[in-house]
């Protein structure tokens, strides 16, 4: 069963281009969350969705960020217009859908995409 | 607001030698409290979870962890540490949503190293 299927693992962009991250959660995992990791610090939330629907954006920055996850295919988070603060690496973790006993809280988390920006 | 404080920032110990991360959160109901660690270069790993019940907690890799409501704390433990232990700890705590959704909240982390 494979995990969570990050690319590109590594993405050099120039000042003012776009970046596109992409997910695809496990194998029967809806729910998609995107954190990302600036350097020598911990994980922060940015986003969390479930299929062709944003649940909780509360840490998404208000501009050039936007994230999607689609019916079909993997879950995209998009950059506009990078600026050199956006260097940083951006995890992916899927959950699957449970309730009661099912829901065990665990994130199953992406090897990462590691984004430079000169 | 949920927090989690980890005092720590770099730890270094001897191979063999026990190993005691510590963690503080702040939360105003029952945590979740998750503790996972992060080789150089890679994805995070869940070492252990505590969600309810025993409050000494069994990992992976030989890892334990104990909740300590009155001091808000989820310190991680081993007994004896291996070189392949040197990587980056992160606490983290949860919020629990309908449907499964888990929203985590991490440390800073600290960063292991292991001396021969």
């Known amino acids: 069963n494979a995990g969570v299927m990050q690319n590109p693992r590594h993405l050099v962009r120039r000042r003012g281009q776009e970046a596109r991250l992409r997910c695809s959660p496990m194998?029967?995992?809806?729910?998609v969350y995107w954190y990302r990791q600036l350097p020598e610090e911990g994980l922060k939330f940015m986003v969390y969705?479930?299929?062709?629907?944003?649940?909780?954006e509360s840490g998404m920055p208000k501009e050039r960020f936007s994230a999607e996850f689609p019916k079909e295919g993997p879950s995209i988070l998009r950059i506009q217009q990078v600026v050199r603060g956006d260097s940083a690496a951006y995890f992916c973790?899927?959950?699957?859908?449970?309730?009661?006993?099912?829901?065990?809280?665990?994130?199953?988390f992406g090897e990462g995409s590691r984004l430079t920006v000169l | 607001a949920q927090s989690v404080t980890q005092p720590d920032i770099h730890i270094t110990v001897s191979e063999g030698a026990s190993l005691e991360l510590r963690c503080n959160y702040s939360?105003?109901?029952?945590?979740?409290l998750f503790w996972y660690v992060q080789s150089p270069g890679q994805g995070l790993q869940l070492l252990l979870k505590?969600?309810?019940?025993?409050?000494l907690v069994q990992g992976i890799k030989g890892f334990e962890a104990e909740f300590k409501r009155s001091q808000s704390s989820f310190n991680l433990r081993k007994p004896s540490v291996h070189w392949s232990d040197a990587a980056e700890y992160f606490c983290?705590?949860?919020?629990?949503?309908?449907?499964?959704?888990?929203?985590?909240?991490f440390g800073a982390g600290t960063r292991l190293a292991v001396h021969p």
């Open positions: 505590y969600f309810s019940g025993d409050t």
């Open positions: 973790a899927s959950s699957p859908i449970g309730t009661g006993e099912k829901i065990t809280g665990e994130l199953f």
């Open positions: 194998k029967g995992h809806s729910h």
């Open positions: 939360y105003g109901a029952t945590p979740y």
């Open positions: 969705l479930q299929k062709e629907n944003i649940i909780d």
């Open positions: 983290a705590v949860g919020t629990m949503f309908s449907g499964g959704y888990n929203k985590l909240i």
